[in-house]
T-cell receptor
Framework: GEDVEQSLFLSVREGDSSVINCTYT??????LYWYKQEPGAGLQLLTY?????DMKQDQRLTVLLNKKDKHLSLRIADTQTGDSAIYFC?????????????FGGGTRLMVKP | SQTIHQWPATLVQPVGSPLSLECTVE??????LYWYRQAAGRGLQLLFY??????ISSEVPQNLSASRPQDRQFILSSKKLLLSDSGFYLC?????????FGSGTRLTVV
């Protein structure tokens, strides 16, 4: 199975909170990331969390990490239409001589006005 | 400042033609560099990574190859493109705790 899993789709109304969930399998992951991809564009780093943290808040974004269950979530408060995009969860792993990101399949967030 | 450049932005190539995508970074030395591919409507798959000049690790067997002729240059190539090589190719580098991505190249093989 996939190392990192996300639900495919989430639809919310403008002004509501969005919660995007992610599960991962590698307990040795040191950092976990959330990236945003707008249509036709590259990936924009939104936030990251170190594996020994439970929570990280940055303005409208809150990341929760449950290391025991290997569950990561991204909460977007007061969701706006400009938040519509694909959101990728990723875990950082050491492999061979390098360190790399393994991505989930992405969650498409649609914000309805 | 640290920046990453990737070109071209879009490319349409016939089946069987060669490919060369270039990625360069500025403002750092000895970066870890990566090539990812995103097939239509899907997540990102790691293709190659490099920890130094001439050092290339391949994650999946495929029709592509990578080279790192200079410290801050990472090239993705193919001798003969297949239809299945179509996708969105992203170069990335690891900067301390985070990874920064280029703007991507959308490749369509026809």
């Amino acid at each position: 199975g996939e190392d990192v899993e996300q639900s495919l789709f989430l639809s919310v109304r403008e002004g509501d909170s969005s919660v995007i969930n992610c599960t991962y399998t590698d307990s040795s992951s040191t950092y976990l990331y959330w990236y945003k991809q707008e249509p036709g564009a590259g990936l924009q780093l939104l936030t990251y969390i170190f594996s020994n943290m439970d929570m990280k808040q940055d303005q409208r974004l809150t990341v929760l990490l449950n290391k025991k269950d290997k569950h990561l979530s991204l909460r977007i408060a007061d969701t706006q239409t400009g938040d519509s995009a694909i959101y990728f969860c990723a875990e950082s792993k050491v492999r061979g001589a390098g360190n790399m990101l393994t991505f989930g399949g992405g969650t498409r967030l649609m914000v309805k006005p | 400042s640290q920046t990453i450049h990737q070109w071209p932005a879009t490319l349409v190539q016939p089946v069987g033609s060669p490919l060369s995508l270039e990625c360069t970074v500025e403002g750092t030395s000895n970066p870890n560099l990566y090539w990812y591919r995103q097939a239509a409507g899907r997540g990102l798959q790691l293709l190659f990574y490099s920890v130094g000049i001439g050092q290339i690790s391949s994650e999946v067997p495929q029709n592509l190859s990578a080279s790192r002729p200079q410290d801050r240059q990472f090239i993705l190539s193919s001798k003969k493109l297949l239809l299945s090589d179509s996708g969105f190719y992203l170069c990335a580098w690891r900067v301390r705790l985070g990874y920064t991505f280029g703007s991507g190249t959308r490749l369509t093989v026809v």
